[in-house]
Nanobody, 115 residues
Framework: QVQLGESGGGLVQAGGSLRLSCAPS????????MGWYRQAPGKQRELVAQ???????NYADSVKGRFTISRDNAKNTVYLQMNNLKPEDTAVYYC?????????WGQGTQVTVSS
């Protein structure tokens, strides 16, 4: 089973930036959508951003204008550039990949924004 590996989380002050990356451990064919979700303590997991193979993007209202999702189709890698981070962005961030014969989650990476 292909696993998704995330990196780039950490501790940052409010107003700072982080870049998350997610890459699979093996080949995934016919990827449709790649995305990022997050889950804060005591809250449900929510969509942050997603991107289709054709490059169409969708963002949560709370991150529009601050976060940018991108992907490298050749590497099946998805990125999340997070700028102007706020304390309310603190959460575990999970990548998600949906393909014709695969759907999976990463293990999660912690993002903590201090005020």
């Amino acid at each position: 089973q292909v696993q998704l590996g995330e990196s780039g989380g950490g501790l940052v002050q409010a107003g700072g930036s982080l870049r998350l990356s997610c890459a699979p451990s093996g080949s995934i064919f016919s990827i449709n959508v790649m995305g990022w979700y997050r889950q804060a303590p005591g809250k449900q997991r929510e969509l942050v951003a997603q991107i289709t193979t054709g490059g169409r993007t969708n963002y949560a209202d709370s991150v529009k204008g601050r976060f940018t999702i991108s992907r490298d189709n050749a590497k099946n890698t998805v990125y999340l550039q997070m700028n102007n981070l706020k304390p309310e962005d603190t959460a575990v961030y999970y990548c998600r990949v949906e393909a014709a014969m695969y759907a999976g989650w990463g293990q999660g990476t912690q993002v903590t924004v201090s005020s």
